[in-house]
């Protein structure tokens, strides 16, 4: 069957380089939509239960929303482990699928019987929602919104707050790939009334008819139409609240005739929501921001390039005076790591080919066995899409030039050998074509089972990671596939395109004459020879020195110490960071001024501090007030 094939592709040469420049094509269209991230998302397959509950206590919310959500939930095809989080204000539950759960039917289970549970939680404390579908790795891009310099007394924490969750949210939620914006900071606007009890008390009512008066006279109510003649008049009424002076002159109810107005019983305000975070930038004081996070299973490295396109766009529409600045950028640790890959892979790549030249001692079959390489890696890419496989650290990083050429280096090295030492071309100088696809046919139809053989073996050492479950399968599993992808691609090469190659461009000159490579070899044969029988001489001197130096390798070993990834050096430093336990809001803010103004005199190559306290809007990561990063 593999003789075969040689022998097909010896033969219709025009066939196999024309599938061999359609391999480069997809290949190269299918490079630009290879996904690039830095490391594998190894995050568990999950949903999150967000429920925010402002005025309650931690014990409060884990038996009236917590519990509840816990047990509605537990019988869920396919749910291995449910983990719950209970604190003041904040209820979360993270319901932990099997990998092979699709998480869009695990939502759709999960926000069924959320809907059953919402009965059983009491009215006002608050309605349970599904969190965005992310990842722990999902957060991509994290800005602050901030007043230029000059104009820090034009725009206060609330405005700040304002412009980002109506004109820079807003249109960010439109970009392909981006599951929700969480606004972290500021101060969230809300008309507030102020309720004098003795003036309450005074005039005879209560604060349920204040409650009722303000929720039935904010709502817009349609009257249908009239016709008059040959046209239709539609009706409506506005109620909508639009001001502090429409607050004020709400009434609560009547008494002798005469109304009683918000404004005679309470003082309408402009105030602030309760706050369980804030933004600080530099020393500069609060401002307003959000973290971008990404659909799960999207392209990192396209969704922020969308984002970045969206900002500059959101950017010009901004009031005067207003700017946005990021701090948390993952192209930048994706494009170090790519580059650290791309580094080594190219390194990699020169100094196989140079080996290659040396030792096969001819140019061209050097360059026909390196031509592998780049192949190899485009075959790998295109299963890399067809299998859903991310390019990486881990899956890229893995690749080995080594064993790619394996079977080419057989095959390319076996015509070679053939052609120099034949006696059947003892007096022939050049070979006809057809005699070289003779010669190359036959060689390489001898040497493939070699070649097959090695390449099963570098196959078979991959398999168990197959089977690899968990953190560990998502972490390590990609690197498995890739080098798979390579490897096949490698070997259907070494039958089609090196025989092909080898035909057509191998010098169909002969020579007897030996080159430098064989020179090289034979100095290393002699030198290998002597050493081999010096050591045979001395059976059991040898077996005690290697089993010295097992021993001592097993000590060393023990000593290295390890990391589950390679450090990444992206320059920026994460400091998490305490402070007393109830220690409010506001003194927290104040601590962390003094240590970024600290941090910013006092070592130059700091470029900013950006510090945020507690957690965001969306609190899939609940930081408590005390807690800054």
Known sequence: ????????????????????????????????????????????????????????????????????????????????????FSRFGLSLVTMIFNDNIDVYWARQQVAERLRKVQSEIPAGIGVPELGPVATGLGEIYQYVVK????????????????IQDWVVKRQLQGVKGVAEVSSFGGKLKQFQVVIDPARLNAHGSNIFEVFNALEANNENAGGGYIEKNAT????????????????????????????????????????????????????????????????????????????????????????????????????????NSISTVSTNLMEGALIVIFVLIVFLGNLRAGLVVASVIPLSMLFAIIMMNLFGVSGNLMSLGALDFGLIVDGAVII?????????????????????????????????????????FAQIIILIVYLPILVLEGIEGKMFLPMAQTV???????????????????????????????????????????????????????????ITAVVILFIFSLFVMSRLGGEFIPALEEGDFAVDTRVLTGSNLNTTIEFTQKAANILLTRFPEVEKVVTKIGSGEVPTDPMPMKQVT
């Open 1 to 84: 069957m593999l003789n075969r094939i040689i022998g097909f592709s010896i033969k219709n040469k025009l066939i196999v380089g024309l599938m061999t420049f359609a391999l480069i094509a997809v290949g190269a269209y299918e490079s630009t939509r290879l996904p690039i991230d830095a490391v594998p998302d190894i995050t568990d397959n999950q949903v999150l239960v967000i429920t925010q509950a402002p005025s309650f206590g931690a014990l409060d919310i884990e038996r009236l929303v917590t519990f509840p959500i816990e047990q509605a939930n537990s019988n869920i095809s396919g749910l291995k482990e449910i983990r719950s």
């Open 147 to 162: 007043p230029k310099k000059g104009y820090e007394a034009s725009y206060d924490a609330t405005s700040l707050r304002t």
């Open 232 to 335: 239709a008049l539609y009706v409506r009424t506005e109620g909508l609240i639009g001001t502090i002076e429409d607050i004020e002159m709400i009434p609560v109810k009547s008494i002798s005739g005469t109304p009683l107005l918000i404004r005679d019983i309470a003082e309408v305000k402009e105030g602030m929501a309760t706050r369980f975070g804030a933004v600080t930038y530099n020393d500069q004081g609060e401002v307003a921001g959000a973290v971008v996070m990404m659909l799960k299973g999207a392209n990192s490295s396209e969704v922020i390039k969308n984002v970045k396109t969206r900002i500059a766009q959101i950017q010009k529409t901004l009031p005067e005076g207003v700017e946005i600045e990021p701090f948390l950028d993952r192209t930048k640790m994706v494009n």
């Open 412 to 452: 390319v090295e076996a015509v070679m050998h053939q052609l120099g030492h034949s006696k059947h071309y003892l007096n022939v100088q050049r070979l006809t074509s057809h005699q070289m696809d003779t010669e190359v046919k036959s060689s390489a139809g001898r040497m493939m089972n070699s070649a097959v």
């Open 484 to 542: 798979i992808f390579a490897l096949l691609g490698a070997f259907l090469l070494s039958l089609t395109y090196i025989p092909m190659m080898s035909a057509l461009v191998l010098s169909k000159d002969v020579k007897h004459e030996q080159n430098l490579s064989d020179r090289i070899m034979i100095i290393l044969e002699r030198h290998f020879q002597h050493t081999l029988e010096f050591f045979l001489k001395i059976p059991k001197v040898t």
